[in-house]
Nanobody
Framework: QVQLVESGGGLVQPGGSLTLSCAFSGFGSDAYTIAWFRQAPGKEREGVSSINGEGKWRNYAASVRDRFTTSRDNTNHRAILHMNSLKPEDTGLYYC????????????????WGQGTQVTVSS
């Protein structure tokens, strides 16, 4: 059974940093792409970043490129989203999701989802 559990969310001031973690289980560590999505109140869910199973391919939304970095540790079954220079518009519920192939930020292709972790950027 595939499971994804996010952690690391919280309240941070603008300009601050936060690191999210996604613990995954139920599939071979290097077999699935892991992506991050977020949903702000009153807005549609949007893609943030993705990383393929081997960690060779990465993709970022334009709004977070140069500020966010995604990585993965397949030995410990974990994906990481490190967020720098956070802005109030980064506020939202952050989800990690898994897919068998590399689909970038096409959320309809992702079959498995975590419950999300809240990130709030506010002074």
């Amino acid at each position: 059974q595939v499971q994804l559990v996010e952690s690391g969310g919280g309240l941070v001031q603008p300009g601050g940093s936060l690191t999210l973690s996604c613990a995954f289980s139920g599939f071979g560590s290097d077999a699935y792409t892991i992506a991050w999505f977020r949903q702000a109140p009153g807005k549609e869910r949007e893609g943030v970043s993705s990383i393929n199973g081997e960690g060779k391919w990465r993709n970022y939304a334009a709004s977070v490129r140069d500020r966010f970095t995604t990585s993965r540790d397949n030995t410990n079954h974990r994906a990481i989203l490190h967020m720098n220079s956070l802005k109030p518009e980064d506020t939202g519920l952050y989800y990690c999701a898994a897919a068998r192939a590399y689909y970038g930020l096409d959320q309809e292709k992702y079959s498995y989802w975590g419950q999300g972790t809240q990130v709030t950027v506010s002074s």
